[in-house]
């Protein structure tokens, strides 16, 4: 349906939804042109049910559905008999689970990945990082002497495989933490004994009539996360370097203005850089360029969507059109001749906005299928193959653009990317002391990881862009990963030149290094990268990372992989604020010990708190604190 | 008179009264159990987003003197008497729309009717046939939260009044504020940070 708006309110609806200016022409059009997108979807599905935002509603057996009246009346138990702290409780576990099993599935497809190439049977693919490869063997124990490297990585890759089952009983990348840490872990009998194990046993525990406490339940929760943080989400980023390269410090455009009028468009869009790396050298290839050129383009141009995107930003420089909220913008923009879909965050809607033009989807794994898009199924063995014949499909399908419906908006705005913790170690040169140094000093109070998604309900990066720039203001550097550094990117906060933002202290300190007082580490699995830094850092200064001065912050969450992650931040002893509410309200009890009873337990909680300035507020009292006790 | 009473801050918007409204209007026999489709009729209540995340169930408030019944040039607007109702005769309904345009609550909509075949006036009968066995309206039936009650207002009221004195002392006794639990509180407040922060209403 074409809605005609007089130009005062479309600008004023688009002003509500986002923040981000290159997506803003394009988001008039959807609303014009009845393009629909979440936030439609969002404004349809009003209003949402209560029961569901405040965790109350249970839908597990078929005695129910059940829910409980978050008010205190009656009903206030389940037919089972399950009460309102017991369904918020299996129902955020559920959640927790579901987040971290898609993290460490993706891992362990990287891990598997590896495996072939280690054994010669993946197409396309080599150990790039040595370095890094010998590193995690020596963790591992494995023998490197006089093996070959396809040898260790095969050893690396099994052994990794091993910590998904249940004979070995430890995640080696547990020992990263600091020992007062695991301290913690181990006397409150949170360590995680594997990754499979803690995600199948949390799925026991919500099953009906598996205990009725609460606080087990969300222990559990703690446990299941610390085995995504430091299991299979660090096993992801660390495989995905040694295959494709530890990320350096690089230059890189962002917004949707990296699409370019005379180019074949190719959008890689998910999490996982398996495929999408052998697309990147797929779009290298002679003949297809030459292929490209005679259809009219002048080239091949990639642009990275979502971690997807991020993953291929760190390690290749490829540009990044946005993050979730831009996806059905980028095809609006008609100027995609495909987008590449692996899994996770992709609107299951997309090949609906694809149809509105001569956008083709292309699928690519067979956990996510999508009917409407051509489904070119990934295969290590036959990656390049794939690679080579996604290519060809797009510069096939730009004979089919209109180009007169092709609406690409401004320019892109320049980032830096690329700050791997080994990055960071560099720019410091080598060694953390400058940083520690700094912190004492008080030229940086703190340090913030920001993560997480987007979510319609809140003006499209603002919650993001709002808090970084409240923090660095305040003298806390800030790390991100996923949809906050997209959106810290696309507002200029990844540049140097952003110090200018930032407080005097940490001004000077970014002018120094010449860095941004951002730091772009990676996509949503990177987030393992923090907990590496946040541990070396603990352990230079031989405390947990509990007592260390800092914070994480999820401003527009949305996903179950969030869930996970600030859940492994808090069991990590990161105190973690949400700008958006998670779905325990329905519970005092819960509400409780989330908030407050765990600052008991591992030494962090969670705070809810849309507001940046007041979110700002938590974090700095809340490093400041944690700066008193450490005497600095 | 007993009327169905509407307790906006219990509202959570699970719109379970609209769905119950839909199936106990089910033809030819109401709340058979059948899947509700397209040609269902629809329901007569209807749950709407406020400011701040805030909802309130619209429905016919069964006014008196009711401006639709007054403006009806045909009559098909009535009141019965026993239930104080406001009913419809739909054969003598000529869709003028007079009676939507002056319903203060937006309650009046128009649906095909079995009877006649044509669009007619459509809307909420206080669930006549429901009370006539001693049943709730099923909308209220349906409400897990006691946003919605049956009773005399009267009644209502004096039950609320008991609340409003016990919220009034609680203060003044530096207690909790009212007798919505702290949790559910905290995320209204919340709600309402997020909501002027983000596309929805808002009331700042």
């Given at each position: 349906m074409t809605i005609h708006y007089d130009p005062e309110t479309l600008k004023k609806i688009v002003q509500e939804r986002t923040i981000d200016e290159s997506a803003k022409p394009v988001l008039a059009r959807t609303i014009q042109e009845g393009i629909e997108t979440a936030w439609d979807r969002l404004e349809a599905q009003q209003p949402q049910c209560g029961f569901g935002q405040t965790g109350v509603c249970c839908n597990r057996c078929t005695m129910g559905p059940c829910r409980i009246d978050p008010y205190g009346g009656s009903p206030n138990r389940g037919v089972c008999g399950a009460g309102a702290d017991l369904i918020v409780a299996r129902n955020l576990l559920d959640d927790l689970n579901t987040g971290a099993a898609a993290h460490s599935d993706h891992g362990r497809e990287v891990i598997e990945t590896m495996l072939e190439t280690a054994e010669g049977s993946a197409q396309g693919y080599e150990i790039l990082d040595t370095k890094k490869l010998m590193t995690v063997a020596a963790e591992y124990a494995i023998p490197t002497n006089g093996k070959t490297k396809n040898e260790i990585a095969k050893a690396v890759a099994l052994g990794m495989l091993e910590e998904f089952g249940t004979i070995k009983n430890f995640i080696q990348f547990?020992?990263?933490?600091?020992?007062?840490?695991?301290?913690?872990?181990?006397?409150?009998?949170?360590?995680?004994?594997?990754?499979?194990?803690?995600?199948?046993?949390?799925?026991?525990?919500?099953?009906?009539?598996?205990?009725?406490?609460?606080?087990?339940?969300?222990?559990?929760?703690?446990?299941?996360?610390?085995?995504?943080?430091?299991?299979?989400?660090?096993?992801?980023?660390?495989?995905?370097?040694?295959?494709?390269?530890?990320?350096?410090?690089?230059?890189?455009?962002?917004?949707?203005?990296?699409?370019?009028?005379?180019?074949?468009?190719?959008?890689?869009?998910?999490?996982?850089?398996?495929?999408?790396?052998?697309?990147?050298?797929?779009?290298?290839?002679?003949?297809?360029?030459?292929?490209?050129?005679?259809?009219?383009?002048?080239?091949?141009?990639?642009?990275?969507?979502?971690?997807?995107?991020?993953?291929?930003?760190?390690?290749?420089?490829?540009?990044?059109?946005?993050?979730?909220?831009?996806?059905?913008?980028?095809?609006?923009?008609?100027?995609?001749?495909?987008?590449?879909?692996?899994?996770?965050?992709?609107?299951?809607?997309?090949?609906?906005?694809?149809?509105?033009?001569?956008?083709?989807?292309?699928?690519?794994?067979?956990?996510?299928?999508?009917?409407?898009?051509?489904?070119?199924?990934?295969?290590?063995?036959?990656?390049?193959?794939?690679?080579?014949?996604?290519?060809?499909?797009?510069?096939?399908?730009?004979?089919?653009?209109?180009?007169?419906?092709?609406?690409?908006?401004?320019?892109?705005?320049?980032?830096?990317?690329?700050?791997?913790?080994?990055?960071?170690?560099?720019?410091?040169?080598?060694?953390?002391?400058?940083?520690?140094?700094?912190?004492?000093?008080?030229?940086?109070?703190?340090?913030?990881?920001?993560?997480?998604?987007?979510?319609?309900?809140?003006?499209?990066?603002?919650?993001?862009?709002?808090?970084?720039?409240?923090?660095?203001?305040?003298?806390?550097?800030?790390?991100?990963?996923?949809?906050?550094?997209?959106?810290?990117?696309?507002?200029?906060?990844?540049?140097?030149?952003?110090?200018?933002?930032?407080?005097?202290?940490?001004?000077?300190?970014?002018?120094?290094?010449?860095?941004?007082?951002?730091?772009?580490?990676?996509?949503?699995?990177?987030?393992?990268?923090?907990?590496?830094?946040?541990?070396?850092?603990?352990?230079?200064?031989?405390?947990?990372?509990?007592?260390?001065?800092?914070?994480?912050?999820?401003?527009?969450?949305?996903?179950?992989?969030?869930?996970?992650?600030?859940?492994?931040?808090?069991?990590?002893?990161?105190?973690?604020?949400?700008?958006?509410?998670?779905?325990?309200?329905?519970?005092?009890?819960?509400?409780?010990?989330?908030?407050?009873?765990?600052?008991?337990?591992?030494?962090?909680?969670?705070?809810?708190?849309?507001?940046p300035i007041k979110a700002a507020d938590l974090i700095e009292k809340h490093i400041l604190a944690k700066r008193k006790g450490l005497g600095i | 008179m007993k009327t169905v009473f509407v307790d906006v801050e219990r509202c959570v918007g699970c719109r379970h009264c609209e769905l119950a409204c839909a199936r106990a209007h089910q033809e030819p026999v109401p709340d058979s159990g059948q899947p509700l489709g397209p040609d269902s009729p629809r329901s007569r209540i209807s749950v709407e987003l406020g400011v701040d995340f805030l909802t309130f169930p619209l429905k016919c408030r069964h006014c008196n003197p009711a401006p639709c019944v007054q403006v009806c040039p045909t009559g098909a607007l009535y009141r019965d008497p026993e239930f104080d109702t406001v009913l419809i005769q739909e054969d003598l309904c000529i869709s003028c729309g007079m009676c939507a345009m002056v319903c203060p609550f937006g309650a009046m909509t128009f649906a095909v009717s079995k009877k006649t075949g044509k669009k007619t006036a459509y809307k909420c009968d206080n669930c006549i046939d429901r009370q006539k066995k001693d049943q709730l309206p099923a909308c209220v039936e349906a409400c897990k939260t006691g946003a919605l009650t049956f009773g005399y207002v009267n009644e209502i009221i004096k039950e609320a009044k008991k609340n409003i004195v016990l919220d009034l002392t609680r203060t003044i006794q530096g207690g909790q504020k009212t007798s919505i639990p702290e949790n559910m509180l905290e995320f209204q407040a919340i709600r309402e940070t997020l909501a002027r922060l983000g596309p929805l209403p808002s009331s700042k």
């Amino acid at each position: 349906m074409t809605i005609h708006y007089d130009p005062e309110t479309l600008k004023k609806i688009v002003q509500e939804r986002t923040i981000d200016e290159s997506a803003k022409p394009v988001l008039a059009r959807t609303i014009q042109e009845g393009i629909e997108t979440a936030w439609d979807r969002l404004e349809a599905q009003q209003p949402q049910c209560g029961f569901g935002q405040t965790g109350v509603c249970c839908n597990r057996c078929t005695m129910g559905p059940c829910r409980i009246d978050p008010y205190g009346g009656s009903p206030n138990r389940g037919v089972c008999g399950a009460g309102a702290d017991l369904i918020v409780a299996r129902n955020l576990l559920d959640d927790l689970n579901t987040g971290a099993a898609a993290h460490s599935d993706h891992g362990r497809e990287v891990i598997e990945t590896m495996l072939e190439t280690a054994e010669g049977s993946a197409q396309g693919y080599e150990i790039l990082d040595t370095k890094k490869l010998m590193t995690v063997a020596a963790e591992y124990a494995i023998p490197t002497n006089g093996k070959t490297k396809n040898e260790i990585a095969k050893a690396v890759a099994l052994g990794m495989l091993e910590e998904f089952g249940t004979i070995k009983n430890f995640i080696q990348f547990t020992r990263r933490a600091p020992e007062k840490t695991q301290a913690i872990w181990n006397t409150t009998g949170i360590m995680p004994r594997s990754v499979d194990r803690e995600i199948v046993e949390g799925m026991h525990r919500i099953h009906m009539g598996v205990g009725a406490d609460y606080a087990n339940i969300l222990l559990h929760g703690l446990r299941t996360a610390l085995a995504d943080g430091w299991g299979g989400s660090m096993m992801a980023t660390e495989v995905s370097d040694i295959m494709f390269g530890t990320p350096e410090i690089k230059e890189s455009w962002v917004n949707l203005g990296v699409l370019k009028k005379d180019m074949v468009n190719i959008i890689l869009h998910g999490h996982n850089p398996v495929l999408s790396e052998m697309v990147v050298e797929a779009s290298r290839n002679p003949e297809l360029q030459q292929l490209a050129r005679d259809k009219g383009a002048q080239g091949i141009n990639l642009a990275g969507m979502c971690c997807t995107g991020n993953e291929l930003l760190m390690r290749k420089g490829v540009p990044i059109a946005g993050n979730m909220l831009n996806q059905e913008l980028a095809l609006a923009t008609g100027a995609v001749e495909v987008m590449v879909i692996d899994y996770q965050c992709i609107f299951p809607s997309i090949t609906r906005t694809a149809a509105c033009f001569h956008t083709k989807i292309v699928s690519t794994s067979e956990k996510s299928k999508v009917p409407g898009a051509v489904h070119m199924e990934f295969h290590p063995k036959n990656a390049m193959e794939t690679a080579l014949g996604i290519v060809k499909l797009a510069i096939e399908n730009f004979s089919y653009r209109d180009q007169n419906r092709v609406l690409i908006p401004g320019k892109p705005v320049k980032m830096m990317a690329g700050f791997s913790v080994e990055a960071i170690l560099g720019a410091l040169g080598g060694t953390l002391k400058p940083l520690i140094d700094a912190i004492a000093g008080g030229q940086i109070k703190g340090a913030v990881g920001m993560v997480g998604c987007n979510n319609p309900k809140i003006q499209h990066d603002f919650g993001h862009v709002a808090l970084s720039k409240e923090l660095i203001k305040r003298d806390i550097l800030v790390v991100q990963t996923g949809c906050a550094a997209i959106a810290s990117g696309k507002a200029g906060l990844l540049l140097p030149e952003a110090a200018e933002l930032a407080g005097d202290a940490l001004k000077s300190v970014c002018q120094a290094l010449g860095i941004p007082p951002v730091l772009h580490m990676g996509s949503c699995v990177d987030c393992s990268r923090i907990l590496v830094l946040a541990a070396e850092l603990a352990k230079a200064l031989d405390v947990g990372i509990d007592q260390l001065p800092l914070a994480g912050a999820a401003p527009e969450w949305m996903s179950q992989k969030a869930v996970s992650i600030a859940s492994y931040f808090v069991a990590s002893g990161v105190f973690t604020v949400l700008g958006i509410p998670p779905k325990i309200f329905g519970s005092a009890n819960v509400v409780n010990l989330m908030a407050a009873g765990l600052n008991d337990v591992v030494g962090a909680a969670f705070a809810v708190e849309p507001d940046p300035i007041k979110a700002a507020d938590l974090i700095e009292k809340h490093i400041l604190a944690k700066r008193k006790g450490l005497g600095i | 008179m007993k009327t169905v009473f509407v307790d906006v801050e219990r509202c959570v918007g699970c719109r379970h009264c609209e769905l119950a409204c839909a199936r106990a209007h089910q033809e030819p026999v109401p709340d058979s159990g059948q899947p509700l489709g397209p040609d269902s009729p629809r329901s007569r209540i209807s749950v709407e987003l406020g400011v701040d995340f805030l909802t309130f169930p619209l429905k016919c408030r069964h006014c008196n003197p009711a401006p639709c019944v007054q403006v009806c040039p045909t009559g098909a607007l009535y009141r019965d008497p026993e239930f104080d109702t406001v009913l419809i005769q739909e054969d003598l309904c000529i869709s003028c729309g007079m009676c939507a345009m002056v319903c203060p609550f937006g309650a009046m909509t128009f649906a095909v009717s079995k009877k006649t075949g044509k669009k007619t006036a459509y809307k909420c009968d206080n669930c006549i046939d429901r009370q006539k066995k001693d049943q709730l309206p099923a909308c209220v039936e349906a409400c897990k939260t006691g946003a919605l009650t049956f009773g005399y207002v009267n009644e209502i009221i004096k039950e609320a009044k008991k609340n409003i004195v016990l919220d009034l002392t609680r203060t003044i006794q530096g207690g909790q504020k009212t007798s919505i639990p702290e949790n559910m509180l905290e995320f209204q407040a919340i709600r309402e940070t997020l909501a002027r922060l983000g596309p929805l209403p808002s009331s700042k």
